[in-house]
T-cell receptor, first 112, second 113 residues
Framework: GEQVEQLPSSLIVQEGASVLINCSYT??????FPWYKQEPGKRLQFIID?????ERKQTQRLTLLFDKKTKHLSLHITATQPGDSAIYFC???????????FGDGTVLTVKP | EAGVTQSPRYAVLQEGQAVSFWCDPI?????LYWYQQPRDQGPQLLVY????????NSQLPSDRFSAVRPKGTNSTLKIQSAKQGDTATYLC???????????FGPGTRLTVL
């Protein structure tokens, strides 16, 4: 089945820095890639997504890049704030199975 | 719109006890998912429904876990005889037909002693 890997597993940065979270998947039948954020004690919250017919998507301080050939995604967060501290999950939706497979998350800590 | 709701929020059991989790999806969302999220891992799909039909339950430990969605709205996930390895947060999510992202509930944190 699909496997999703995220790196790094954790990041600690100073407020204002930019961060990059990498994600790779294995199944070429995955066509949709939503990302979620999980703050302590809160529910998973959708933050950005991209479909396999796109290469780039940007919203506010988030930029998501997608390389179909290498099965790789990267999430770039600019001008980080302490409120960005959370676990970030990459996921891959397989159109054949209807299943969403998650990575194990990247723990981001932004220090003021 | 009201979000996905789950109850209870927490459960603590001894091994061998049974427990049920309840989920109320967003109104109009035809697809409902149950995930298990062990500590420090991502959510892992257990089962999902489209309306009242089970579409995939291949990851559900069928000897002890069961899930139903009888009217295509609310859903119940039941563990018959809990084991320590079932300790995790159980998440419910819903999605509308043709929609993109799934919407998650707050989860039920289960501890099996």
């Amino acid at each position: 089945g699909e496997q999703v890997e995220q790196l790094p597993s954790s990041l600690i940065v100073q407020e204002g820095a930019s961060v990059l979270i990498n994600c790779s998947y294995t199944d070429s039948a995955s066509v949709y890639f939503p990302w979620y954020k999980q703050e302590p004690g809160k529910r998973l919250q959708f933050i950005i997504d991209i479909r396999s017919n796109m290469e780039r998507k940007q919203t506010q301080r988030l930029t998501l890049l997608f390389d179909k050939k290498t099965k790789h995604l990267s999430l770039h967060i600019t001008a980080t704030q302490p409120g960005d501290s959370a676990i970030y999950f990459c996921s891959a939706y397989n159109t054949n199975t209807g299943k969403l497979t998650f990575g194990d998350g990247t723990v981001l800590t932004v220090k003021p | 719109e009201a979000g996905v709701t789950q109850s209870p929020r927490y459960a603590v059991l001894q091994e061998g006890q049974a427990v049920s989790f309840w989920c109320d999806p967003i109104s109009g969302h035809d697809t409902l998912y149950w995930y298990q999220q062990p500590r420090d891992q991502g959510p892992q799909l257990l089962v999902y429904f489209r309306d009242e039909a089970v579409i995939d339950n291949s990851q559900l430990p069928s000897d002890r876990f069961s899930a139903v969605r009888p009217k295509g709205t609310n859903s119940t996930l039941k563990i018959q005889s809990a084991k320590q390895g079932d300790t995790a947060t159980y998440l419910c999510a819903s999605r509308r037909l043709g929609g993109g992202e799934q919407y998650f509930g707050p989860g039920t944190r289960l501890t099996v002693l």
